[in-house]
C-alpha cells in the first residue's frame, strides 16, 4: 500500500485558487489517486479520481506528474462552504486493496 | 436518488452498556462498510460486506464489536459492552460494486456520533 502525505491544514482566502499536494512516494503501477472532502459533522464525500495527468470535474482539478509520486487537487476559487477535511488516498483499482484514510489536510477558508 | 441512511444520529450511554447502530445503504449497493472516525483523525474500516458476506474485518473488536447485514440490504452495527475509548462518529458507506473494489466511489452516511460517559 502506497503511503500518503499532506499537510495537515491550510488555510486559503475566498476567491482564491487552492493547492492540496498529496505525496505518495511509493505509488505503484495499478493505484489509483482518490480525493474525498468531508464537512464537519458529515460524512466523506468522493471528489475525484485520476491515474496519471490531469482529470477535471465540476468540483476540482487533479494534477498528476508524470512520476505519479505526488498529486495535487486543486480548488478553483474557493468559497466559505469548502471549507472542510480533504483526504487523499491511493489503492488499486482491479484488486480489493484496503483503503486507508489518513488525517487529511483541514483546509480553513477566511473571508 | 436517496443517500445512505443512519440512525440514531446521536448516542450518549455509560460505558459498559450495550449500543447498535443502524445503516441503509443506497439501493442496490451490493457493498457495505462501517468506519469508526474518532476526533481529529480519518475514518478507520471496521467492517466490510459484499451482499451479506463478510469480505473484511480485520480492525473489528471482535470481543465488544458485532456487525450484520441479513438479506444484504440493511445492516447493524453493535458495541457490547462500550468502552471509553468508543466515543467516536461511526459512519456507513456503501459502493455499487459486487466485487470487493475498495477504490470505487464509496457513499458516506452522516454517521452515528457515540459518546461513552
Known amino acids: ?111 | 436518488e436517496a443517500g445512505v441512511a443512519q440512525s440514531p444520529r446521536y448516542k450518549i450511554i455509560e460505558k459498559r452498556q450495550s449500543v447498535a447502530f443502524w445503516c441503509n445503504p443506497i439501493s442496490g449497493h451490493a457493498t457495505l462498510y462501517w468506519y469508526q472516525q474518532i476526533l481529529g483523525q480519518g475514518p478507520k474500516l471496521l467492517i466490510q460486506f459484499q451482499n451479506n458476506g463478510v469480505v473484511d474485518d480485520s480492525q473489528l473488536p471482535k470481543d465488544r464489536f458485532s456487525a450484520e447485514r441479513l438479506k444484504g440490504v440493511d445492516s447493524t452495527l453493535k458495541i457490547q459492552p462500550a468502552k471509553l475509548e468508543d466515543s467516536a462518529v461511526y459512519l456507513c458507506a456503501s459502493s455499487l460494486s459486487s466485487r470487493p473494489l475498495r477504490q470505487e466511489t464509496q457513499y458516506f452516511g452522516p454517521g452515528t456520533r457515540l459518546l461513552v460517559l
Open chain 1, 1 to 111: 500500500l502506497a503511503k500518503t502525505t499532506q499537510p495537515i491544514s491550510m488555510d486559503s482566502y475566498e476567491g482564491q485558487e487552492v493547492n492540496i499536494t498529496c505525496s505518495h512516494n511509493n505509488i505503484a503501477t495499478n493505484d489509483y489517486i482518490t480525493w474525498y472532502q468531508q464537512f464537519p459533522s458529515q460524512g466523506p464525500r468522493f471528489i475525484i479520481q485520476g491515474y496519471k495527468t490531469k482529470v477535471t470535474n465540476e468540483v476540482a482539478s487533479l494534477f498528476i506528474p508524470a512520476d505519479r509520486k505526488s498529486s495535487t487537487l486543486s480548488l478553483p476559487r474557493v468559497s466559505l462552504s469548502d471549507t472542510a477535511v480533504y483526504y487523499c488516498l491511493v489503492g488499486d483499482m482491479n484488486r480489493d486493496d484496503k483503503i486507508i484514510f489518513g488525517k487529511g489536510t483541514r483546509l480553513h477558508i477566511l473571508p
